[in-house]
């Protein structure tokens, strides 16, 4: 485990989160490389000995610095816009390696991602198609496409992540895609690569994953007799992680189950995955700036909110929270509220902690969707981000000023 107590003091790898909040402030995310790169090679080792690809989704977690680890370890990229494709490619990352999901790929962002060569277009609709085979004539080029198919399976996750469902916007319902599959086998400028599907995130149980394996296979069978020749399979991705004490399915296992299924067949292996390989991998450290008890409550007021992290407030998310050093102030239940002037500004409510003014909080699991999510609401800075490597600190992003949050307003001049 990357974040661990010695001596009652919470380290990430060989660093006291307490000497990092020391020096950086607060709020403040961290990340240990130690655990990005374990958990990326959990996927690696499932898929020894199989052709495919391990596609990071960049929207979890997207500091460049993370990227460029992934890369290095052999990482793919399933990207959603223009922005995460310059990122991974500022990364160092291999367009080869990318795949390009998302509901409204605009012309010039399917215009780069054909000029730098991306492995794979997971299209959501048949206008994308016709959108991916104009762009890729124009430049004269050929777009592998994928399409996303939605195979109408219940994930059983919070209804916000869950995305494989028919009355989701996400992906071609199931049943329509070898029509729309016939269609775009006849345009010129697509060559047919794969199949995609992505059914919802924080999945803890496998069931949904197997149901609609099932489903797209009987799809590749049936584009089969039709002289449609899927060549890889994309299962996007999804795989839960322990933030209450849920217990995830073994990664490699599941490759290894997936595996087995399409044994038999001529078809590589995609996997889109974000939150399990970020979300245990980072946390986000906060101070206690107030405690403000009343007759019905006890509030402890800490110094980041809903704009740094807004799991809690969006979603309901429930993510541990604990102190990082030992405090002897009495144990008591608090709701940890933000800054920001919204009702729904909390990271956790009714906690049992011994919290004092000043002490310092570890919010924990928030390597994914964290960071990436968070926004400059109530004109707050973003918070700065640090990779913990070894007993190793490195700034990879640093707090941003108000003059860059001001950077692209003007004033009118009368
Ligand atoms: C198409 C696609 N692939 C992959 C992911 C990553 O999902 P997760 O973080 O649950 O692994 C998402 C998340 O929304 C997605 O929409």
């Known amino acids: 485990m990357s974040f661990n107590f010695q001596e009652n003091r919470l380290f990430v790898e060989s660093k006291a989160l307490s000497e990092i909040a020391q020096e950086f402030g607060t709020p403040c995310y961290v990340y ?219 990664i490699a296992a599941y490759i290894q189950d997936v595996r087995e299924k399409i044994k038999g067949r001529d078809l590589s292996l995609i996997f889109e995955p974000g939150r399990s390989i970020s979300a245990n991998s980072g946390v986000l450290l906060t101070k206690v700036q107030f405690l403000k008890p009343n007759d019905h409550k006890n509030f402890a007021i800490i110094d980041a909110g809903m704009n740094d992290l807004i799991r809690p407030s969006l979603y309901s998310a429930w993510q541990k929270i604990q102190l990082i050093e030992p405090s002897s102030a009495p144990l008591k239940t608090w709701d940890l509220v933000g800054p920001i002037c919204e009702t729904g500004d909390f990271l956790g409510k009714d906690r049992e902690l011994a919290l004092e003014q000043n002490a310092v909080v570890a919010v924990m699991g928030s390597g994914a969707y964290g960071f990436s999510m968070s926004s400059n609401y109530n004109s707050r800075n973003k918070p700065c981000e640090i990779l913990v490597d070894g007993a190793k600190v490195h700034v990879i992003g640093k707090r941003q000023t108000i003059e860059q949050q001001l950077e692209n307003e003007q004033l009118i001049s009368e």
């Open 32 to 250: 240990s490389r130690a655990a990005f790169e374990s958990q990326l090679a959990q996927y690696h080792k499932g898929l020894d000995g199989q052709s495919g690809l391990i596609c990071y989704a960049v929207k979890a977690c997207s500091n460049i610095a993370i990227l460029n680890i992934l890369a290095k370890k052999g990482a793919g990229f399933d990207i959603v816009s223009i922005g995460e494709l310059q990122r991974v490619i500022r990364a160092g990352g291999d367009p080869k390696k990318v795949v390009f999901s998302g509901v409204a790929k605009e012309y010039k962002e399917i215009q780069y991602a054909l000029e730098v060569g991306i492995h794979c277009f997971n299209v959501e609709s048949p206008d994308e198609i016709d959108l991916i085979n104009q762009v890729a004539f124009d430049l004269n080029k050929i777009a592998p496409i994928s399409l996303r198919v939605n195979p109408d399976v219940d994930a059983k996750t919070h209804p916000y992540i869950s995305t494989g469902l028919k009355d989701n916007k996400f992906g071609v319902d199931i049943k329509q895609a070898v029509s729309v599959y016939e269609r775009a086998a006849k345009l010129k400028n697509i060559e047919i690569k794969g199949v995609d599907c992505h059914i919802g995130s924080q999945l803890i149980d496998m069931t949904p994953f197997m149901d609609a394996l099932d489903r797209v296979l009987n799809l590749v069978d049936e584009l089969a007799k039709k002289n449609i020749i899927i060549s890889h399979l994309d299962l996007g991705g999804g795989i839960g992680v322990d933030y209450q004490g849920e217990t995830p399915p073994d």
